[in-house]
């Protein structure tokens, strides 16, 4: 995974740019001020901007106009806050541009395209059986070619394609990535980036691809930013088959000196008998994971996910012991994390915001025994704020983000362009 552009990316969405005073100041500037408008949760007028990013009116005026004219930001009804000239609100762009983004786990492939807004065009929801990765693979570049015809037919340009997925990127081998727990060893990537492979008729589009945990994370930041409730220190804990998170400090992603940090499953919790995805014993995932839950909840090998959710929510014994023993195991890696890192908030996203109610006691009565600092500061936990799948939505925006965030790729739309949209062109799914 490349998450080189992840520090710069996540801090111009939280608008931590100062006005660029000598090279490349327009660009610089004219992303500053699409990332102050596309990430809040506010609609700003000019005058507002201007006091906001410190660039005098005159420059301001000349920058949004420009874009205006590049499809990035429109303007809403005037307002009259008082005397003087009304106000002319800003906001993003209505389907002028749009990113694709997909997840991948053991049990589903989800996808989404989003325009600038964050407005969700489609969505696709697939459960698989199978991770063989010649069959997934291709489901995805189906659904990837599926999708760009869709667009393509609405006029709206794909800016980005970025794959969420739970894995190891080899760092001699960039096109190459290993997933335990999709049991993909060494899978070649290659085709996904060879531009030789050009769809019939379709503009090539790069695709990248970002850990599962880290997708969900730009989600979480993203509709936190939206809803004026940013937070910016916090684990983020996506538990599925697997278990990742993505640490952000800041406002910044860390992920390690080779990206592959985050890999919260195959922490050592306990000594255990059963095996992890990767082969040992012991880990986090033996305990918490989703195969882990059906098993200890006595549901059977063909039992999904959601049969324990049912079963839980009965109150049958089985199940309640399973999610005791995950929400302590959950505890102490999460203390043992405080312990080393710090940190004061824990958003978890996937099985335990489902059963958030029923775990949550026991995970901080754990934190309460173990993490020493405890008694003297706060720690919260909470649940992610996305519905649906955030991987995929986090995916989509975190490739519009990079759009917003590089002004030469932009294009400057016709009248109609920006006045018409064929929104019966495009479907509920993708």
Not at 23 to 41: E, G, P, Q, V
Not at 357 to 374: G, L
Not at 390 to 399: F, V
Request: aromatic residues 8%.
């Amino acid at each position: 995974m490349d998450y080189s552009k992840h520090t710069s990316a996540m801090s111009l969405y939280n608008n931590r740019l100062d006005p660029a005073r000598s090279k490349s100041i327009r660009n610089h500037n004219l992303t500053l001020i699409a990332n102050t408008l596309t990430s809040s949760n506010k609609h700003y007028s000019r005058a507002e901007l201007a006091r906001i990013t410190g660039l005098n009116r005159s420059t301001l005026t000349r920058l949004v106009d420009s874009l205006i004219e590049y499809g990035i930001i429109s303007e809403l009804h005037s307002e009259i806050t008082g005397s003087g000239r009304p106000a002319v609100p800003l906001t993003p762009s209505l389907h002028t541009y749009a990113s694709i983004g997909l997840s991948l786990s053991k049990s589903n492939l989800e996808a989404c395209v989003i325009d600038i807004s964050g407005n969700i065009l489609s969505r696709y929801y697939e459960q698989i059986n199978d991770t063989n990765p010649t069959i997934i693979l291709k489901k995805i570049k189906n659904i990837i070619y599926s999708t760009k015809q869709k667009l393509q037919k609405a006029n709206l340009p794909t800016v980005s394609i970025s794959i969420a997925i739970s894995g190891l990127m080899n760092t001699t081998e960039q096109h190459k990535i290993s997933s335990p727990n999709l049991k993909w060893n060494h899978v070649d990537l290659s085709d996904f980036y060879n531009k030789n492979d050009k769809d019939n008729n379709l503009e090539f589009i790069p695709i990248s691809f970002i850990d599962l945990a880290a997708a969900g994370a730009y989600a979480e930041i993203y509709l936190r930013n939206k809803k004026g409730n940013t937070i910016p220190n916090f684990l983020y804990i996506h538990s599925g088959n697997s278990i990742d998170t993505a640490l952000i400090k800041n406002n910044t992603f860390e992920q390690g000196c080779n990206n592959w940090g985050g890999k919260f499953g195959h922490v050592f919790v306990s000594s255990g008998k059963s095996n992890c995805s990767c082969g040992h014993t012991g880990c986090l995932e033996s305990f918490a994971g989703s195969r882990a839950l059906i098993r200890e909840g006595k549901l059977g090998e063909n039992a999904s996910i959601n049969n324990f959710y049912a079963a839980l929510f009965r109150n049958e014994p089985a199940a309640t012991r399973a999610a005791n023993i995950a929400a302590e195991k959950l505890g102490i890696a999460i203390s043992s994390f405080i312990n080393i890192f710090d940190m004061p908030v824990f958003i978890f996203d996937g099985i335990y915001s489902e059963i958030f109610d029923s775990v949550k006691d026991k995970i901080i009565e754990t934190i309460k025994e173990r993490a020493i600092c405890s008694n003297w500061s706060s720690i919260e936990i909470m649940k992610s704020i996305v519905p649906g799948n955030a991987s995929a939505l986090g995916a989509a925006w975190k490739g519009m983000n990079e759009f917003l965030n590089t002004p030469e790729l932009w294009i400057k739309k016709s009248k109609e362009a920006l006045s018409y949209y064929p929104i019966q062109s495009m479907s509920s799914d993708i």
